[in-house]
């Protein structure tokens, strides 16, 4: 079975507003640029699904890796596909995931 990645509907939510807002601060061709980084480095977590910290967060099993300013939080199911649960700033992480 292919390695898939699922975005719960708060991370989605989450790269739209990157790209937003990327796109009103930096311009249309910078928010690209950034988003595209964010993609490119999902795919290496799905190639690599457990290179990054473990932490437990609202009694889940989480991990987290950092992409530019940003912070992928997310859960590896079964067959080590990827649920993203959230896009976050590195200043938007609650205390106990920083």
């Known amino acids: ?3 898939r990645i699922e975005f719960s509907s708060a991370a989605l939510s989450d790269l739209d507003e990157i790209a937003y807002f990327g796109a009103m601060e930096f311009g249309m061709s910078a928010a690209r640029r950034y988003v595209q980084a964010l993609d490119d480095g ?3 977590l799905l190639a690599f699904p457990d290179s990054a910290p473990a932490y437990a967060w ?9 992409i530019r300013s ?3 939080v997310y ?3 079964p067959g080590n596909s990827l ?3 959230r896009i976050l ?7 106990e995931l920083a």
Do not use: C, E, N, Y
């Not at 609202?58 to 950092?66: A, D, H, L, P």
């Not at 700033?89 to 205390?95: K, Y």
């Open 75 to 77: 859960m590896v199911q």
């Open 70 to 72: 940003h912070r992928i």
């Open 83 to 85: 649920r993203v649960l």
């Open 58 to 66: 609202s009694g889940t099993r989480v991990r987290i890796r950092s």
């Open 89 to 95: 700033h590195a200043r938007q992480l609650p205390p």
């Open 1 to 3: 079975m292919a390695r």
């Open 42 to 44: 999902l795919k290496l």
